[in-house]
């Protein structure tokens, strides 16, 4: 008699779209449940919760289920979740969690409130300790919403809808995109569970742990961007591409591990790009990833992106090695690749140009005779002056670059400096954190 009553309700939740989600997303029959037949009001409650393997990886993750009053937050499914998050915590294991939900059980008054906060709680408090990823399906607002956005990453289907109003105005997920909110959209939620477990390759379990490591594959040849030229073949793992222009952040491989990438693209940062990577730096080092920026850069638009980047690389201490593929002017070098950067090694193209203001000026203050040319030729006499006097060849002799590489002669560079800065140490001054 019990045992159809397990094998019913079993077989009613395993038709749902929030396990079959979660089936799909982990490997084969490794998928173990968390509370599986745990009630809400009349119903089962609203996720599905459970571990298992992506990869041959253990992670936790959870699926809202619509199919359950719309997969409406409960008391019984923030109970689940605090199960969830602390089991994580205790194991050191990566939180994946797929939102799909209708709002609230709003009956339910300040306790589904105090359940909400509770889950808050513990999702900072896995933060910096294990990496969490969200994956917005369907409808994501209010208290779900502050959730899902406290994760590292957020994934979105072009359908889904994730805002702290729950009118859902500008919800949609080109708009979390471009607010920096969303890391990635995809078509649908296969293809989101597809790149979730993608994403999942790239990250260590836990603050503790390496990332896991895959075969080294040569870069294919025919690539105009550097970055592809130089980490392992079909390694790059995009982010934020519509958020922040000027500067590009990836999750790549080189010599089969892991690596943050920061690549600025010729441009003054603005707030958004020096936001964008100030917090993929700040997360690198907070698992230990190694960051290899590639610098073409001419400064900052403001003073207030300025100081949160320059935070970010000052206070991390993970491995972080610095090429200055094109200029490097000003604040940009100091940020990204001088002293503020407090980077371990720095190489440099034979072009690359090293200059505390932007070329013209520079050449105007440091050569005015050579600058009295007509206007249409000043340029072209100010670049000339520039990598005669400003070049990388220049900041070598002075002990501000490390090495001088040409491109070809790149990757074999950075493999060695990341063989080398493997056992990096640093002690830390005694404090909580820094306040900006």
């Known amino acids: 008699m019990v045992m159809d009553q397990v094998n019913a309700a079993r077989a009613e939740i ?11 997303f982990f490997d084969a029959d490794s998928f173990c449940e968390i509370d599986a037949f745990a009630k809400s009001g009349d119903g089962f409650a609203e996720v599905v919760a459970g571990f298992g393997m992506v990869d041959g990886m253990p992670v936790y993750a959870f699926a809202q289920n619509s ?19 602390k089991l994580a915590l205790k194991t050191g294991a990566p939180v994946v969690g797929f939102y799909d939900s209708v709002g609230g059980r709003l009956a339910q008054g ?10 808050l709680n513990l999702t900072s408090k896995l933060s910096g300790a294990v990496p969490q990823v969200s994956v917005v399906t369907g409808t994501c607002l209010g208290t ?7 994760a590292d990453f957020v994934l979105m289907t072009e359908d889904a809808q994730l805002s ?3 009118t859902g105005e500008n919800a949609d997920a080109a708009a979390n995109a471009a607010n920096g909110v969303a890391a990635l959209v995809v078509r649908d939620a296969e293809e989101a569970v597809a790149k979730a477990r993608e994403l999942v390759g790239y990250l ?15 870069p294919a040849p025919d690539h105009n961007c550097i970055v592809s030229k130089t980490v392992d073949g079909g ?11 000027a500067a590009r952040i990836r999750l790549a491989r080189m010599g089969g591990s892991v690596i943050g990438v920061v690549r600025t693209v010729g441009k003054k940062l603005d707030a958004p790009s020096a936001e964008k990577a100030a917090r993929f730096v700040r997360f690198c080092d907070a698992f230990s990833l190694p960051v290899i920026s590639f610098v073409d850069c001419d400064g900052f638009t ?3 992106s300025a100081r949160k980047l320059t935070a970010a690389y000052a206070e991390a201490t993970t491995v972080k090695i610095s090429v200055v593929v094109g200029k490097a002017i000003g604040s940009a070098y100091i940020a990204l690749a001088g002293t503020g950067a407090n980077a371990d090694v720095v190489y440099a193209f034979p072009n690359a140009v090293i200059s505390p203001v932007n070329v013209e000026a520079a050449a105007f203050i440091m050569a005015p005779e050579r600058m009295k040319v007509p206007a249409d030729k000043q340029q072209a006499v100010a670049m000339q002056f520039a990598q005669e006097t400003l070049s990388a060849f220049n900041a070598a002799q002075n002990g501000y670059v490390d090495g001088i590489v040409e491109e070809p002669a790149l990757r074999g560079a950075l493999l060695s400096a990341l063989d080398m800065m493997a056992g990096k140490r640093v002690p830390t001054v005694a404090k909580k954190h820094n306040t900006y």
């Open 164 to 166: 702290l109003d729950v």
């Open 204 to 218: 260590p379990s836990n603050n503790l742990t390496a990332a896991p490591e895959a075969y080294e594959e040569q």
């Open 302 to 304: 403001d003073i207030a």
């Open 67 to 85: 199919d359950f009053c719309g997969g409406a937050m409960s008391k019984a499914q923030t109970a689940k979740l605090k199960k969830l998050y």
């Open 14 to 24: 395993a038709a749902t779209a929030a396990f079959q989600r979660l089936n799909a």
């Open 144 to 150: 779900n919403a502050l959730a899902a956005v406290s």
């Open 110 to 119: 300040v306790e589904l409130l105090a359940g909400c906060g509770e889950v």
């Open 235 to 245: 390694s790059k793992f995009k982010l934020a591409d519509a958020f922040g222009a």
